[in-house]
């Protein structure tokens, strides 16, 4: 797949959640095949501008990781997904 270039795309302050985080960091995520932004939000009473990132960079690990958890059985081995690449269920297409 490729690194994924990650960057702070916007920190924004916003309306207080039920939480109480009140603080909206978003990250960019931008790679040959995929883009995408993911939101993380914190709470400005609990850290300093200079800490913000840094403890949103923390948290945004802390979702990756559990994210990687709650999928770690979906991985095919080679051997599965060849498998399925031999199962054709889609009628053939004709082309002229």
Do not use: Y
């Amino acid at each position: 797949m490729g690194k994924f270039k990650i960057m702070v795309a916007r920190i924004e302050m916003i309306s207080p959640n039920e939480r109480g985080e009140d603080i909206r960091l978003t990250f960019q995520f931008e790679s040959r095949q995929t883009s995408f932004a993911l939101p993380i939000f914190l709470n400005s009473c609990e850290f300093d501008d200079t800490e913000i990132v840094e403890v949103a960079r923390s948290k945004l690990h802390d979702v990756f990781w559990q994210l990687c958890s709650q999928c770690e059985d979906w991985q095919l081995s080679d051997a599965e997904r060849r498998e399925l690449a031999k199962i054709n269920v889609r009628p053939g297409v004709n082309r002229a």
